[in-house]
């Protein structure tokens, strides 16, 4: 112990006299930096503030923490670090002191595989994830994925991730390790609530194919909508799916957002304008001018005025609520299940020049009558709990979706109910 402590003192001291010479040579550039300034008119203080992203004492902080890795870090020689990933981590850490977990620093490969995401088709476990209160939370386990089938549920908080605990992580540094080659295995462990110790799942990674829409007739005159999330395509499959299955006599409609983590705002418009003829759909709200926008119907997408009736639970979010919110304010559909996940908030990317980017959170969701989701959530009109279920008899949610839909259907003359 004592040759421990011994050995960090002759250390401490030897680093004064490194940083007794770094001083050196931080004062000679200053002094060269104002030298050129007095030798360009061109040149200021103000300029030099203007370029930099820290003012000089933050600057020669970073310098010296670079040193001292550099020169004392067991493996820093052998293992250099990538100028690059110097950056990036420090670009990364600066986006983190704002304690959003939406606005974040994503590096080049990390924006590549998050556009191939948005083609439908990736390797992993299927599931959305996302950050509340500095935890790693399950939103929602993708219809028929891995995450899914394996047992994975909303609001699981992940607590590792094979050898790697990552508590106080960001979600997409979470989203990196758990997506990989095909057919490799992953064990993600989860705290449950309501259960005592930690849960482990072995998930066997798979081509995610991501296929936003699922419909199917209920009975002769009610019809089950399911997204799964807010594709680009999202509406045409939407509508081309109503238009089915009215043509098969569908006097009312069930639509599920359950599990459904959200996408594009875009498409959640169209959505909404299949119900609604005309109106506001969602406003958002933030600093900036371009933040502030109202979203309104698009009268080409309308569809029908039938019946609808909505279920939502903890794994809607985002533009799922949107939709939710919507439906419900225009007084065009109940909703049915459990509160929603409160994830209400827009993030717009901001390309950078070397290929990177930035999400910013740039404003809030406010549905029609003004009320905020983000952190809320929204709560349904008839609460009931319980899971999804492929085997429709076992899905209470939607058992009593179907009871209720069925008391707003009017009857046909010459037709028995």
Known sequence: MH????????????????????????????????GYKAQSADFSESDFNRISPFNVRSLWLLRQIRYIIENYQVDAEIKPANEDDLLHGAAKGMV?????????????SQLKDEEIELEGKYGGLGMYIGDRDGQILVISPMEDSPAERAGLKTKDQIVKVDDQVVIGWTSDRVVQ???????????????????DELLSFEITREIIKLK???????????????????KHNTHEEARSAIREMMRDGMRALILDLRNNGGGLLDASVKIVSMFVKSGLVVETKGRSERANEKYYVDKSQYLTNMPV??????GSASASEIVAGALSDRKRAKLIGE??????????????????GVYVTIARYYTPSGKVIDHVGLSPDIEVKGEPDRVISKDVQLQRAITEIKKQIRPVAGRRK
Do not use: C, H
Request: charged letters at 25%; aromatic letters at 14%; proline letters at 4%.
């Open 212 to 230: 936003s829409v699922r419909n199917e007739m209920l009975s002769d005159d009610i019809g089950y909508l399911k997204l799964t999330q807010f």
């Open 339 to 356: 509160k929603s996940f409160g994830k209400g908030s827009v993030q717009t990317l901001f390309p950078l020049t070397d290929g990177s």
């Open 96 to 108: 983190e002191a704002w304690k959003d977990p939406y606005t974040r620093f994503v590096s080049p």
């Open 309 to 314: 009736v909505v279920l939502i639970n903890s």
């Open 3 to 34: 040759s421990q402590k011994a050995g960090v003192i002759s250390i401490v001291k030897f680093s004064r006299k490194k940083v007794y010479i770094l001083v050196f040579i931080f004062l000679a550039s200053i002094g060269f930096l104002y």
């Open 177 to 195: 390790i758990l997506r990989g080659e095909p057919d490799t295995k992953v064990t993600v462990w989860v705290r449950r609530e309501g259960e």
